[in-house]
């Protein structure tokens, strides 16, 4: 009688190390492609993110309405705040919100706890009996991981004299006639300079239009 053919032990070893190779080389490739695909939606969420900021910042800052948000010492209307990080202003909301009417914008810059920063919108409305503004929900992040950033201003002064690009506005009796938004975001996603021209009239707010300089 002839013996049963087979394979012998050595044999049996070898293929299971070439499966066991087969299928890390298979794993590493998924794993691959997995991960380019995980980045590619994190970066096309990124660059959506950041264009919807812009996008909003850009028709809510140029809507800044001639609205007074409080008052000086000598009772004077307050139609504008503005800091490196804090930007308080007056703007209609489009969609159901804007049904609410004019409403007090704050826009900061916040520290994430991480090191870094966000840029967060809060809103209030404008009881018309002048009562103190009332919150409207939770403060919004527009944009986050931000490594740096700061908001900047240019108009005229009281005196019709230009005021040159500065990290707060000087006088909130007045509005800028431009609010520049600069960001370090983290990542490959590059923040890009944003320079917003408000709308309001400046002869209504006692200003005259800049006479040097270009808008971008």
């Known amino acids: 009688m002839k013996r049963a053919a087979g394979f012998t032990l050595l044999e049996v070893l070898a293929a299971l190390v070439l499966l066991a190779l087969l299928l890390v080389g298979v794993?590493?490739?998924?794993?691959?492609?997995?991960?380019?695909?995980?980045?590619?939606t994190a970066a096309i969420e990124r660059i959506d993110q950041v264009r919807s900021a812009q996008q909003f910042l850009r028709r809510e800052l140029a809507q800044s309405m001639l609205q007074p948000i409080g008052r000086t010492d000598r009772g004077e209307p307050v139609y504008f705040e503005g800091s490196a990080r804090e930007i308080r202003y007056v703007a209609p909301l489009p969609?159901?919100?804007?049904?609410?009417?004019?409403?007090?914008?704050?826009?900061?810059?916040?520290?994430?706890?991480?090191?870094?920063?966000?840029?967060?919108?809060?809103?209030?409305?404008?009881?018309?009996?002048?009562?103190?503004?009332?919150?409207?929900?939770e403060p919004q992040?527009?944009?986050?991981?931000?490594k740096s950033g700061g908001f900047g201003y240019r108009g005229v002064d009281a005196q019709d004299a230009?005021?040159?690009?500065?990290?707060?506005?000087?006088?909130?009796?007045?509005?800028?006639?431009?609010?520049?938004?600069e960001l370090q975001a983290a990542g490959t996603v590059a923040w890009p300079s944003l320079e917003v021209p408000l709308r309001a009239s400046p002869l209504q707010a006692g200003m005259s239009p800049l006479r040097s300089g270009g808008v971008r």
Not at 164 to 175: M, Q
């Open 162 to 181: 230009v005021v040159p690009w500065s990290p707060a506005w000087p006088d909130g009796r007045r509005l800028p006639q431009l609010v520049r938004i």
């Open 27 to 40: 794993y590493s490739g998924i794993r691959t492609a997995s991960h380019s695909v995980r980045s590619g």
């Open 141 to 146: 992040v527009l944009l986050d991981q931000i």
């Open 95 to 137: 969609g159901y919100l804007g049904k609410l009417g004019p409403q007090l914008q704050r826009l900061q810059l916040v520290d994430d706890g991480h090191g870094g920063l966000r840029l967060e919108l809060s809103l209030a409305l404008l009881p018309p009996d002048g009562e103190a503004p009332q919150p409207l929900g």
